[in-house]
């Protein structure tokens, strides 16, 4: 081992992608150390570990007694212990406001932060004062390139409008402080912006400090809600930074009926078709305002409560650009939820509605390929096998245009995955 030159063992444990192994490695002699341990302490998922206030203070030991693991770490998720759930005062986070700030100052190199109060929606200004400074020196850290924020109420506006410099940012139900004045247009960077469970005034002001036609956003992921305004919010957005969009996500929650959404879609009926109270806007959602698009992704719920049909408002989106002859879109990617298995016939009925969308003429030039996951947790592994094999005989007329369909099964956007990936364009 001792003969083998440090790139060659370097380069060998590159191709590794096994957390297991690289424990392994760093055990078998002092050349494997440093490089498995870049790998063993680059993503540090904290999170993910219960109880979590034990798995941090285990991690801030590790570091103050190794310093230089630090150096290693580029992706930190932090977050509360669910068992505290509707109890704020009892987080573990906002006590830490000794160690805290020496572990941020531990991470030199971090390019990626989560911070996430799953016991309840915080309020920013009960969280001490020593952990806010931290936080935003840790924003200002020359590394950085995203972030996610999920449950903090009275956000600093200028706080949130600072992280526009970043490449990725998250946000899940962070409400901002409405005391605080709010800017307009300011220097951004931001290629990704994941909006999930975000209050319409929230996003109003994030349209307001994007330049106008942002030149670098590429990424637009959405998870509506039922918030009145929603609607026109988001539409706003898209008029104001859409321009340069080449990926669009919608990804509605797998719990909601589709009939909960329709209203998004409602102007073009018309009646409406939901009750004023759940009216949040008369201005639709509409992508054929993104003219440069290029994938779209869709989350799909199959759940029996679906009525009017499980495609609804992807049905819906992909008709706004299925006539326009410059439509640029290449791929469909779906993430389909709770299947069951069917017999072809059904199984045919069923996505039949999506295959005549595709048929249309704004399709026939660019598109290239489908992509269908079949989430692992929540469809059953006999189901996935019978639908994989199902779908051999689905979108016949797709086929014979040369678009690639391809059916997998999806592990599912774990927490890290879905709010601290890093978009590059």
Known sequence: MQCLPQELVDAILNHVNDHQTFKSCSLVASSFVSQSQKHLFHTIDLDALTPRRKAYARFVRLLTLNPHLGTYVRSLRLGDDSDDFGSSSRSWIIHAKKTLPQLFQLLPR?????????????????????????????????????????????????????????????????????????????????RGLHLRGTPPPVITAISHCLPESSPTLRRLAITPTLEPGFCSAISE????????????????????CTCSFSFFFSIHTQKPTHPPSLAPSSIPIDISRLPHLRFLKFVISFRKFRSRGHFTEMLHLLDQVSTHADNKIEIIELECNLMRWLDHKSLKAQWRPLENVLDKAGFRNKLKEIRVGLSVSTNASIDRGRIAIGFMDLFHSLRERGVVISVQDNQGDTKLDRFLSLYFF
């Open 110 to 190: 971090l390019e990626a932060f989560s911070l996430t109060f799953n016991s309840d929606e915080m309020n920013w200004k009960s969280i001490p004062a020593e952990i806010r400074s931290a936080i935003g020196r840790l924003f200002r850290l020359p590394t950085l390139q995203a972030v996610s924020l999920e449950f903090i109420l009275g956000f600093p506006p200028q706080l949130l409008f600072g992280l526009m410099r970043l490449n990725q940012l998250s946000l899940s139900c962070v409400d901002l402080d409405s005391n605080d004045a709010v800017h307009s247009h300011s220097a951004s960077e931001l």
């Open 237 to 256: 957005l898209m008029r104001a930074v859409g321009s340069n969009i080449t990926h669009f996500e919608w990804l509605p929650s797998i719990h909601f």
